[in-house]
């Protein structure tokens, strides 16, 4: 019983530990731009959540114990205190791997950006065409309605002249 107990902590300070590894390193991603930083800070707290379910769910059968709370709390707050000291030594291990993998996918995307070059040409001219006719229909359209207005417009006016008047009945009781 109590040798169960003692895997059951031992397994959430393990998993406190790896989750606050992995989220270093997702700091050290977070730490190229703004946007990088925003989604990175909320994928920390998912990933941090998500091991902690999961681990609790494995090690411990899905039960809460307030200790298993308490040992992935101290396995983050050790990993935190070891890892801030290489942290400058992860920035440069990912650098290192990252610069290359980024400067690769700038080199596909101009690529594919340069195949994709006379598509995007085609598509255009051809929207500004479709786009030229409709603006031609409504200037058309907009004309004969001016051409309808101003043939109307005397026999309109004429109209407007004759003044109507309504019958009124008035009823008495």
């Known amino acids: ?30 730490r190229a731009g703004k946007a990088a930083g925003a ?27 307030l200790y298993s709370m308490a040992a992935f709390l101290l396995g983050v707050y050790l990993s935190r205190r070891l890892c801030g000291r290489f942290s400058p030594t992860f920035r440069r291990m990912a650098a290192k791997v990252l610069l290359p993998l980024v400067s690769a996918y700038d080199r596909a995307a101009k690529r594919w950006e340069e195949r994709l070059r006379p598509y995007k040409e085609k598509i255009a001219a051809r929207r500004e065409a479709r786009d030229n006719v409709r603006r031609e229909k ?31 009945i008035v009823v008495e009781r």
């Open 1 to 30: 019983m109590i040798l169960g107990e003692c895997g059951v902590f031992a397994a959430m300070f393990a998993a406190g530990m790896a989750a606050s590894v992995l989220a270093v390193f997702l700091d050290v991603m977070g």
């Open 39 to 65: 989604v990175t800070d909320v994928m920390i707290a998912a990933e941090m959540g998500a091991i902690y379910f999961f681990t609790q769910y494995y090690a411990a059968g899905g039960v809460f114990r």
């Open 138 to 168: 409504k200037r058309a359209r907009l004309a004969l309605r001016r051409e309808k207005k101003d043939r109307k417009e005397p026999v309109y006016m004429a109209k407007k002249r004759v003044r109507k008047r309504s019958a009124r």
